[in-house]
């Protein structure tokens, strides 16, 4: 089975704009988190989609939002860029939304300008 | 202070070393992740425990609920065990808090 796939891996943008990082999980699993890990902060949870719906959401700001497709890839939009979103965006996936093991994709490392 | 605790941060050893990482977390939980970080950012999970001990090769995972506590241990260390391990708890249907992690380092 294919992993968690990332996309794209690197990006640089410049304070203002919007980025759009997409996540495929494993064929079969229908939950995605997705993490933000900077060396200030560590690893913190963003937020969950399971069957298309929003279901848990961390202390971000508006500027971050989700959404997740019927074949359960999911995408995360991050609008106004700031210096401080530069980061790396990890999503990962489980088969279900009981607590079980989370596999991550690779991540999607974001500079901010 | 944090939810999740972990000790030491830092971790220097020689190949072939016992090793013992330590978390401590402060809600309840029902399940605990020990997660390893490569220098590239790929994150993979080692374990997943809700009670007692797990082994897999050189790796050992215990847990006690009751006193909140987990520890991840490395017999035998090598090189490339160097890298930063995690403690994370789930404490919302499958939102994970995570520990600050533990740098690794295992010298030949």
């Known amino acids: 089975k294919a992993g968690v796939t990332q996309t794209p891996r690197y990006l640089i943008k410049t304070r203002g704009q919007q980025v759009t990082l997409s996540c495929s999980p494993i064929?079969?699993?229908?939950?995605v988190s997705w993490y933000q890990q900077t060396p200030g902060q560590g690893l913190q949870f963003l937020f969950e989609?399971?069957?298309?719906?929003?279901?848990n959401k961390g202390n971000f700001p508006g500027r971050f939002s989700g959404r997740q497709f019927s074949n359960s890839r999911s995408e995360m939009n991050v609008s106004t860029l700031e210096l401080g979103d530069s980061a790396l965006y990890l999503c990962?996936?489980?088969?279900?939304?009981?607590?079980?093991?989370?596999?991550f994709g690779p991540g999607t490392r974001l500079l901010v300008l | 202070k944090n939810e999740v605790e972990q000790s030491p941060q830092n971790l220097t050893a020689q190949e072939g070393e016992f090793i013992t990482i330590n978390c401590s977390y402060s809600?309840?939980?029902?399940?605990l992740h020990w997660l390893q970080q490569h220098p590239g950012g790929g994150i993979v999970s080692l374990f997943m425990?809700?009670?007692g001990k797990k082994k897999h090769g050189r790796l050992i995972a215990t847990i006690n609920i009751q006193e909140k506590h987990s520890s991840l241990h490395i017999t035998a260390s090598h090189p490339r065990d160097s890298a930063v391990y995690i403690c994370?708890?789930?404490?919302?249907?499958?939102?994970?808090?995570f520990g600050e992690g533990t740098q690794l380092t295992v010298n030949p």
């Open positions: 990962a996936s489980s088969f279900s939304r009981n607590q079980e093991t989370q596999y």
């Open positions: 064929s079969g699993h229908r939950s």
């Open positions: 989609y399971f069957s298309e719906t929003q279901r």
């Open positions: 809600v309840g939980i029902s399940a």
């Open positions: 425990l809700s009670s």
């Open positions: 994370a708890v789930f404490t919302s249907g499958s939102r994970l808090t």
